[in-house]
Structure formats: structure tokens, C-alpha cells
């Protein structure tokens, strides 16, 4: 099974696949990620958590563990109560039969015990199980469907089995807790006697059976029932043996249904983070990642890594990074985080000249490249243009404008050729908005 950051590498591979349009696009955080250092798992994994800049799917994907969790609490809550009122109604009264109340609370449990042995044995998938969390994640939107699909394969590998176990076992555990506590305070507050009967056991059977039965709980030093007390017990309610029939009853609960489920658990779990997948990079999505990063461009006059994502060339500097918007703040207030795969610091906005003075200013005793918001469907006049360039000569580490648009920007094609020729003019890089980059790379793919 895969962890929630591998879960959400394939999340975005599903997304991808399908055409989904990002808060940022994949390709140019691919580009950003080709001088990061790390093995190809671990930079796929930082690349998704990139695209999902907003974090919408990180916070989808921990919705349905938070789902998955508080329903096991639901149930869990419900199997102990159930547990508890059963075996109150169980021991409602004052004599009771001790083989009757020792099958009653542990026969269906050590039957479910061993079926689970036997599928584990026979190597039984588990199929479309209720507690897949595939079968109650709901909705028309390509999230909830990517999701759909991502829960859909992981149900279907063979580490799903112990998943499965360690829930049914989890439950198991819940109910005979409830069993026993009930048990416990029915001991305490009430006095109880205890019997047996049979019409096929002779007296010779049950006291090696109670034998058999003891020897464990003895050994952990609980109370039992030697062989007279089984003999007097015979159609017999004796209060002196009482105590020890208890201890019988108290010891079997531990030994015979908790500790064994207890363990059966433990083994689940352990086979579980055993079997732990790592992400399938033989798929062909993530090969073609891979292959982009292992071609390497290097700038020969700077010797430094380039992300080329749009002409002019955009050279990522040492320089402390700083992002500022211009004119008014954006709708988005975290527009710049991770842009070019790099952490930016929030400039503000430059709301007027002495903003933008004061930045000038700035900017010529302390080195820093720029990210510059502008809105991309206002003007490119030349008071917005000589303002960036401005800007741009005074970044000692380079600048670069980050085109802001809504994600429905299709009608701001003219536009935004309008401001790339303005920039190109004037030497400056820039990054187109995301949105209006991937549907317009989708459009090119499905005009081919």
C-alpha cells in the first residue's frame, strides 16, 4: 500500500493523464525540479506536492484518511457497546452456566479467528469489501474520480489482505473489550454462582476439559477451578468456588480471545508496513518524467542550471528570491509559492510609485531575483512597462513576471500575446498563468 505522499504522486498522475488543470502547471515545475538533488522517487513526490500548490488534493486524500478514521471510531464505538450490552444481558442472572457464558462470549469471535486463519492460509483476496474506502467515496468531479480509481487499484493489491485483517481484527478487539469490562463490573458488583451441565459429558470429560481449559490462565495465575470444585459444580451453584470459576472465566476472555486477536493484529500491522509499495515508476508518465530530468542544460557563460520554460530564458540565481504584485493584491495570495520550484518571500504589493521607489532603492545594496504578479488582462502600457523595466535592471539576481489570470482565461489569448511581445521587446522572462498554459497545451496535444 502506498503512503499519503506516494498516494498523492499517483493522485496527480491520474489528474495528469486526464487532462486536469492544475493551480501550477506540471510542466514547468518539471523543468523546476531538473537541478534539485535526490533520488527520482523523492523529487516526483516534491513535483506533485508543487502542482498541488493550493494543497486541494493533499487536504482530499487527508479527508478520506480523516473519513476512514472517524468511521472506525463509529464502529469500533458501536462493537464495544454492542460487546458490553450483550454480555450484560448475558450474565442477568445470579446463577450462571459457565460453559453457556464462556461460548457466548468467545464462540463467534474464535470462529471469526479461524476463518481469517484459513483465508490468510488459502491466500483469499479480499475482494470488494465494505471497508474499502473506494466503495463510499462519491462524486461527478475529476478529483473524487481520480480518487475513486487510486483507492479502486490499491484495494486490489495483495497488501490489501492485512489492511482488511487489521481493521476485522481491530473491531474483534473493540467488542471483547466491551465484553470484558462488562464482565469485570458485573463481578464487582454483583455475587454471582457458577455451574455446568451436560447430557453427553461425563464428569471424567468435564473436569480434563476444565483441565485443558485452566492450564494457560494458571500459568498466568489466574484463580481456577480445581477438580472437586468442577464435580460440586455439576447441577450446583457452590459460592465458595465462585471466585475461581470467575478467574476461569476472566482468564479464558485474556488468554483465548483478546491476546490471540491482540497478536493476530500485530501481525497484520507488521505485514502491512512490510508491505509498503513504492511508486511505480516503470509507468510510462513517470519514464518520461525521468528522461526530461536526466537531460541537463547548462548555461555555459554562468555555469548555472536554466528552467526553460518560456523564451527569454528564465537563469535561477543564488540570489535571496522575493515576490511582489503589482498595482493591487492578488486574489490568490500564495500565486508565487513554489514558482520555479523555488520558495519565495511575500514582497507585498507596489501599489503606487513610492512602493516601487522604496523596492528600487532596496534592490541596489541587497541582491535578490525578483517575481514580479502582474494581471494579464489589463493593458501592457508604458507606464506598466517601464515600470518592470525598472524593476528588472535593478534585480541583481534577475527578474521575472509571472502573468496572472483566472482559471477561466481563455479570452485572454490576445491579450496575453500582447504583454509576451511587450516583455520578449524588452528582454524580460516571464511565465504565462498556469491555467492558460496546461489548457493550451491540451488544446495543441488533442489538435494533433
Known amino acids: 500500500m502506498l503512503n499519503q505522499q506516494r498516494k498523492l504522486a499517483e493522485l496527480v498522475r491520474i489528474l495528469e493523464e486526464d487532462g486536469h488543470v492544475f493551480p501550477a502547471d506540471p510542466e514547468q515545475v518539471t523543468e523546476a525540479m531538473r537541478a534539485v538533488e ?48 450483550g454480555t450484560y444481558l448475558l450474565m442477568d442472572s445470579q446463577g450462571l452456566n459457565f460453559f453457556l457464558i464462556l461460548s457466548g462470549v468467545l464462540g463467534m469471535n474464535t470462529l471469526m479467528l479461524l476463518i481469517w486463519l484459513l483465508s490468510v492460509g488459502l491466500r483469499l483476496k479480499p475482494g470488494r469489501m465494505a471497508f474499502s474506502p473506494a466503495l463510499w467515496l462519491r462524486g461527478r468531479d475529476p478529483v473524487n ?14 497488501a490489501a489482505r492485512w489492511l482488511l485483517g487489521a ?40 473436569v480434563q476439559a476444565v ?11 489466574f484463580a481456577v477451578p480445581d477438580a472437586a470444585a468442577v464435580l460440586q459444580g455439576r447441577l450446583n451453584n457452590h459460592i465458595a468456588d465462585a471466585a475461581a470459576w470467575s478467574g476461569l472465566l476472566v482468564g479464558s476472555m485474556l488468554v483465548y480471545g483478546i491476546f490471540p486477536r491482540l497478536l493476530a493484529w500485530l501481525v497484520c500491522k507488521i505485514l502491512l508496513r512490510a508491505g509498503q509499495s513504492r511508486l511505480p515508476l516503470e509507468k510510462p508518465y513517470y519514464q518520461n518524467i525521468i528522461r526530461r530530468w536526466q537531460v541537463r542544460v547548462v548555461d555555459a557563460d554562468t555555469q548555472q542550471e536554466r528552467v526553460e520554460a518560456v523564451a527569454p530564458k528564465i537563469h535561477i540565481s543564488d540570489a535571496p528570491k522575493w515576490a511582489v504584485t503589482l498595482d ?25 510609485r513610492d512602493d516601487a521607489a522604496a523596492w528600487l532603492e532596496r534592490m541596489q545594496t541587497q541582491p535578490m531575483q525578483l517575481l514580479i504578479g502582474v494581471r494579464a488582462a489589463q493593458v501592457p502600457d508604458r507606464g506598466i512597462l517601464r515600470q518592470l523595466v525598472r524593476l528588472a535592471e535593478a534585480a ?50 488533442q489538435a494533433v
Do not use: C
Not at 496572472?404 to 504583454?419: G, K, M, N
Open 167 to 206: 481493521t476485522s481484527h481491530s473491531l474483534w478487539l473493540a467488542t471483547l473489550s466491551g465484553m470484558l469490562v462488562s464482565v469485570l463490573l458485573l463481578l464487582l458488583v454483583r455475587q454471582y454462582t457458577f455451574g455446568w451441565e451436560s447430557t453427553l459429558l461425563s464428569n471424567a470429560a468435564s
Open 328 to 352: 493591487a493584491p492578488w486574489a490568490d495570495a500564495d500565486w508565487f509559492r513554489h514558482a520555479l520550484g523555488q520558495d519565495w518571500a511575500d514582497g507585498g504589493v507596489l501599489a503606487d
Open 211 to 221: 483441565a485443558w481449559l485452566s492450564w494457560l490462565p494458571a500459568k498466568l495465575g
Open 396 to 445: 541583481q539576481g534577475g527578474a521575472v513576471v509571472q502573468l496572472l489570470a483566472e482559471s477561466d482565461a481563455d479570452s485572454l489569448t490576445e491579450r496575453l500575446a500582447q504583454w509576451q511581445a511587450a516583455l520578449a521587446e524588452r528582454g524580460i522572462a516571464w511565465l504565462n498563468p498556469p491555467q492558460w498554459q496546461q489548457a493550451e497545451r491540451q488544446r495543441q496535444q
Open 145 to 158: 474520480q481520480a480518487l475513486l480509481r487510486l483507492y479502486a487499484d490499491e484495494w486490489r493489491k495483495p
Open 38 to 85: 535526490g533520488g527520482f522517487e523523492q523529487k516526483i513526490i516534491r513535483r506533485a506536492e508543487m502542482v498541488d500548490r493550493n494543497r486541494m488534493l493533499a487536504g482530499s486524500l487527508a479527508q478520506v484518511r480523516a473519513a476512514s478514521f472517524w468511521l472506525w471510531v463509529v464502529v469500533a464505538s458501536m462493537m464495544f457497546a454492542g460487546g458490553f450490552s
